[in-house]
């Protein structure tokens, strides 16, 4: 019954302007990929159509590429996900909340469908087939606005019991530290983001000047500083890098990971970063638990997602083996 015998899957990775949408195989390979407004200032209603709409898209390119089909739909989505439903955490979607996302998604196209936390669903892609290609036990951090993470074991991603753990970014690392956007304090998102290196750079920088406009300082921004040997920039980076290091090497000595893979927009300055990452996190962490383990930056980039998202649909498929034995 199949012309081709390989099997597709729409991944989409929802975010709070953008939900990119594409059409991957069992291999990872993209044939073909979209991007729509994700109208999350809206309503869920509307977010949800948009959904259906890059469903609609995919479909439309499985024709014109004249392939058997499509498998299954994955959706990496913000916020904390119990069983295919959006229980809450997501702040930046409007009403995203108590949301049957799977239920509602697989009655309205008819077809089977997997929902994972976006972090989860970038992690499981890199891992399969990024940086990760190849281990089995991988942590997986992206570093930006926040931190975010995944841990897979096995091959499989690790949630934590009915899918809220594993919020790597919300690990206290300082008692008594500043207020963090989780409500707690001293977490290490709140010390070692991409935003916290920022907010440290033009603290420093204002204490030596007088109070410019600093609007227009990223993270890329202060790399690039950093490249020319701009001393604050290196050593805001360097004590950034301490911060990350140490939550990295609490990772490793939980989890012992074959791979350490970490993304987001500093991780784009390559081995630059990266090393200054390695050689903080190796430092802190027992050298018995990171014998095995290496560090890499993500390869994907904004593709994990969508890839991770289709991953967990061939994940699923073959977890229920009866269904393809029985039809060949
Ligand atoms: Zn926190």
Not at 41 to 53: C, N, P
Not at 80 to 101: F, P, Q, R, S, Y
Not at 230 to 253: K, M, S, T
Not at 271 to 287: C, D, G, N, Q, T
Request: with cysteine; glycine share 16%; net charge negative.
């Amino acid at each position: 019954m199949s012309m081709t015998g390989k099997k597709y899957a729409v991944g989409i990775d929802l975010g709070g302007t953008s939900i990119k949408y594409a059409l991957i195989g069992e291999d990872g390979e993209f044939r073909s990929a979209g991007k729509l407004p994700s109208m999350a200032d809206i309503s869920a209603e509307a977010v949800i159509g948009q959904i259906l709409q890059a469903v609609a898209e995919s479909e439309k390119a499985v024709k014109g590429l004249c392939l058997d089909g499509i498998a299954g739909i994955g959706i990496g989505t913000p916020g904390i996900v119990e069983n295919g439903t959006v229980i809450g955490g997501a702040e930046n979607i409007v009403g995203w909340k108590d949301v049957e996302l799977a239920r509602i998604i697989r009655e309205k196209t008819g077809y089977e469908v997997t929902v994972e936390n976006d972090a989860n669903m970038m992690g499981l892609g890199e891992t399969l087939y990024g940086a990760g290609k190849g281990a089995s036990d991988v942590v997986f951090i992206t570093v930006g606005t926040g931190i975010g993470g995944a841990v897979v074991i096995g091959g499989r991603l690790f949630t934590g019991y009915r899918g809220r753990g594993t919020e790597l970014g919300h690990v206290p690392i300082l008692a008594d530290g500043e207020q963090c956007a989780c409500g707690s304090r001293g977490c290490l998102e709140h010390y070692a983001s991409a935003s916290a290196l920022v907010r440290s750079y033009i603290e420093r920088l204002s204490g030596r000047e007088d109070g410019n406009c600093h609007e227009q300082i990223h993270g890329r921004h202060i790399m690039d500083l950093c490249r020319k040997g701009d001393p604050l920039a290196l050593e805001c980076l360097n004590r950034h890098c301490e911060l990350l290091g140490q939550g990295i090497a609490g990772f490793i000595n939980i989890f012992s990971p074959q791979l350490v893979v970490i993304g987001g927009g500093l991780a784009d300055a390559g081995e630059f970063y990266i090393s200054r990452v390695r050689e903080k996190a190796f430092l802190h962490a027992m050298p018995e638990c990171a014998v095995n383990t290496e560090i890499r930056g993500a390869v994907l980039g904004n593709r994990a997602g969508c890839a991770g998202a289709a991953a967990t649909v061939f994940q699923s498929l073959s977890d229920r083996p009866e269904q393809q034995t029985d039809r060949s």
